[in-house]
Structure formats: structure tokens, C-alpha cells
């Protein structure tokens, strides 16, 4: 009997250890004792601080620690934090409780001192800039951790809050043109010790000091520890006048109270001196703060471009200034260049006979539109006319296109060149019969309407320059109409100042159809007529030219039977003239590459 015991054991023994075999040869390994996975992501509260730019805020940097249940940090034997901060993964955590405590900043690179805590109560992140806030965005969190006796794995979503608060400075201003006069503006608290500077492992705040002018001229905001109480202060703008002097003031505020996950507001009625003046002065940078926008853009509708009161314009005016229906100030520059330092003077009509400077524009940059609100529709305002004499002008609730006549005013060399353009071609796009099966007709797109405008200005400058018709003397008699007969010169330049206009439209099969208005090109004639669309020292009468002016002499009003169309004549005179003033930079849009590296 005590025989058969032994061998019952031995049997169990044996059975036991060929069942721990099999599991090992087929990789079925029980899961490690006392893990647990964190899943983490950050605060996403509409009343809790984010971005100043609105962009959802990604992890930059993390740390964690884990502390046992007497508040010692731990060192578990496998930590793996993922390298896009989404999971932690711990083992190896006995029976027990524990703190799990994490901190992260969206910040790349920051001053504070990250230390490295051996007990939960050790001070973790320090601000050390002397007299200035920690302006960064930090995240912490502090979790209760049980691991029970089975040391079962588990997970747990950690959702990161912010330790950090933001401070706003609100400028009201009489316009956004103001903007332009502030130089520097600082902030400064009059408590030296109500803003905390550290924050400990268990997620208390310690430490004191103050904010003694602190720059925040970029973004009028700042990041900081919590306060301790409600703050008063200062904040100190420098600004300039508009004849170069400067001054100082200081605006004070109170009740400003710094709370972890929110924003402060401190609201300050910035006075200046022109704050009832209405000129108009905007700057590159402003443009983000109004509605601006680019024409002929990739995605721009075929309902846009088409359409005569959005994309149209003169060729010796491309850049056009009106009164919207919004009574703002409205520009579209139908060129593909940035000109600078234009003046917009204004009268207005029924009750001055002075031009004022209503605007003022450091640039105006490719294929712009844009509105721009007009303080005096809501308020009187102050102008200075081109004689230097101010005057006052009364709120135009109403004001639109017929109250005022504009001029414009710049010496940026591109625009000298569209003055020298003496024909008044409208121009505009169109379909024609791209959506009725014709064989030749296609649609444009905003790619092709940007070239258009291009070679529409190009050649309306052509045949206005000296070059040109000192040229076209030579072909005096060579020059024939429909009927063989030659052509008197005079007569042609006249024609070519008076000619009403093109509307342009693309064509394919052929290199083009042109007659009266209807001018209608290849795509690769758009794109093909620029100086440098053929190699240096080519022929310049290539296809794209010769299709360019042919059909801009059917508009003309000669056929085929002319010399105004086909052979050694006129598409070879306006072809040479039209290569060699881009090559020498005397055309107003020279080369391919100006339309070619504009976004779209």
C-alpha cells in the first residue's frame, strides 16, 4: 500500500512537469505578475486653457514615478513608456497600494528644472527664472494604484490635467490699425511673492516669487504656476506716434487670480493719441487679422472665375479699389507680384473736395482680396489731406461706391510699369461652349486664369512700349489688311489703344480662336509665350507666341488673308519684341517662375 502511494506521487510529479514543458515549447507564458498599463492623454476642456494658436496640444516630454504606500519613489524591475507618451507599461508591482504620479509639457524645450524625486513629497518642477513666470504648458496627474494578491494585470486611462494657468492681456483698441504704433508692452505683479514655483511629486504647490516685467509684446499672453491669492499690477505699453516719437504709459489692473487649467483676463482700454484718426495703415503682419484671401487659388470654383463681378479687370488697372456692400474697403490686385508702399487717397464726395489718405498698405502681395473694415463708417473721424490740412469727417453709416473717388499713389516699380499701359482692355473668363460637345472649346482652371492675367498685362505693356513700336516702323508697308493693302501704323497703334477687351478661355486641338472679344488659347500657349519657356538663343517665334498674336490679330479684325495672322510678319515682330523685353526684365511679369512658385 505505501508502495503504490509512492508511485501515485511520482505519476502526479511526473504529469505535472511534462504540462509545464508543453506550455514552454508552445510560447503560451502566463502573464507577468503585477503589471499594469496606463493609457494616457491629455485635459481636452472648452474651459480649460489650450493652445494660443487653437491647435490641439501634443506631448512633448513626460516623467513619472511611482512611490509605495510610505511615499517612497519605487524602481520597478520593467518600465516601457512608449515614444509617443500613449501607454506606460509597469511589472513586476507586488501586493500593495501605491501613488503613480506623471508630469508633461507640450513644450520641446523649457527652463524649469525637472528633479528627479525620492519621496513623493519632494519638490519636482521648479521655475528657476528669476521674476518671471513658468511660460510653458505643463500637465500632471496623480493616481491610486492597488495591486491585490492575485497580482492580476490591469489597465487605466490617465487623462493629464494642466498644473499650469494663462494670463491674457486684452487690448480694446479704437481699430486694428492701431496695432501698428505698439512697440513693447510688459507685465508686472505687485505682490514679490504670490505666484508658486514649484509643484512636488504628490501634486503640491510650494515656493513663491514674483512677475517684474516680463515681455509678452508677441503674444500679450503668458503661462504660469497658480497664484495664491488675486493679484494686482501693472502692464506698460511703449507705442509711437506716426511721426516717429515715442511714449509710456502704464494701464493697472486688479483681481487677476492665476488658477491651474484656466484663463485669466485682464482687460485694458489702450489709449493713444491718433485713436480717432482714420487713416488706414496696415502692415504685412495684420493681414491675419482681416479677411483676406488669394484669387484663382487650385479649389476656386468655376462660378468664381467665370463671373465678371468677381474675377475681372482693366489691364492698365489690376489693382482695384472699391466700397463692398459691407461699406468696408475692398482690394483685389489681379497681378502675380507683391508691390509695396501704396497709399489709397479718398474723397469724399459730398463733402470734401480734398483727398484724404484713407489707406495705407506695406504690401499687397499676389493676387489679393481682401476687405478692410472702415472706422469712420461707425465714428467721426480724423484725416490728413494730401495737402497736409486735417480735417474731420462725420460718421458714413451708409457709405458706398458713389459717395468717393480713390486714387492711388506708390513708386513701386512694378505699378510705374502699368502705367505706362495706354489701352483700357477689359478682361475677363469664360466657358464659351466647353459644356455644349464643342470640338475645340474646354473649360480654364485658376492655374490657367493666373497665366492669363499674366500675358493680358504683358501685352497690353508690349504694345504701349517705346520698344515696341520703334520696332513695328521697320515693317511700315510690310504690314497688310485683308485685302492686301498696306496698313497705315498710326492707325493700328490707335486700333490696339481702343480695342474693347479680351475674354479669355482655353481651347484644345487647335493652338487657338480669336475674333472681336473671343481670345482663346492652348493651355501650353498660356504657359509657353515667357522668355525663358524656350531655351536661350531660340528661335522666339515658337508655336505658343505665334498662336499668342495671331489670334490677337483676328481681335483685331484681320483674317487669314492678311499678314496680321499667318507668316514672316506680325506674329514674328510681336514675338521677337515680346522675348527680348522679358529677357531684359522690361516686361512686367518677365519669367515663368513668377506664376510657377505661387502657392496654390
Known sequence: MKISKTILLFLILLLASCSNELEQESGLMPPASGQVTFLLGLQEDGTAVQTRNGEKEKIARMWYAIADDRGEILKPLYQKLEADFSKLTIEGLEYGDY???FLATTSAESDATINEPEQLSDAWLLNQAAKAPLDNVYFYKKIELHIGKEQAAESQTVTLER??????????????????????IDITFDNAEGIYTGLGANGEYSGTEGIESYDITESRSFYSLPSKEALSGFVTIESDRSDGTSFVHKYRFSNCKIEAGRISHISIDYRHPESLEGLL???????????TDTMFLANEPRNIFYDNKHR???????????????????????????????????????????FLELAHFDAIYPFMEATFPLPVVSSDRTFTTSSGRKIVIPAQPELSGDDVTFIIRTEDPYMKKIEQIDSRWFIRFSAYSADNGHAYWRHMNPLLCRHGVAL???????????????????????????????????????????????????????????GGNTYGLADYCYTGVYFDATPLGSNPHNYPRQAMFHEYGHCLGYSHSSTMTYGDQWTVLCATVFVNMGQEGKLPICSKNIIANLPM
Not at 281 to 291: L, P, Q
Not at 338 to 351: A, E, P, Y
Open 99 to 101: 501613488t503613480v504620479v
Open 312 to 354: 475681372s479687370f482693366y489691364a492698365n488697372a489690376p489693382l482695384q479699389v472699391s466700397i463692398s456692400a459691407e461699406h468696408q474697403l475692398q482690394i483685389k490686385f489681379f497681378s502675380p507680384v507683391t508691390i509695396h508702399d501704396v497709399t489709397i487717397l479718398c474723397r469724399f464726395n459730398k463733402i470734401s473736395t480734398e
Open 281 to 291: 495703415y496696415i502692415r504685412e503682419e495684420d493681414f491675419s487679422r482681416f479677411g
Open 456 to 514: 493680358a498685362i504683358n501685352m497690353a505693356f508690349m504694345f504701349s512700349s517705346e520698344e515696341f513700336n520703334t520696332e513695328m516702323n521697320k515693317y511700315e508697308g510690310k504690314l497688310k489688311d485683308n485685302g492686301g493693302n498696306a496698313i497705315n501704323l498710326d492707325a493700328l497703334r490707335q486700333r490696339i489703344r481702343s480695342h474693347g477687351g479680351l475674354v479669355l478661355g482655353c481651347v484644345s486641338g487647335v493652338g487657338g480662336l480669336g
Open 163 to 184: 498644473c499650469v494657468g494663462r494670463v491674457d492681456v486684452d487690448l480694446n483698441v479704437s481699430s486694428d490699425y492701431m496695432w501698428r504704433f505698439i512697440r513693447k
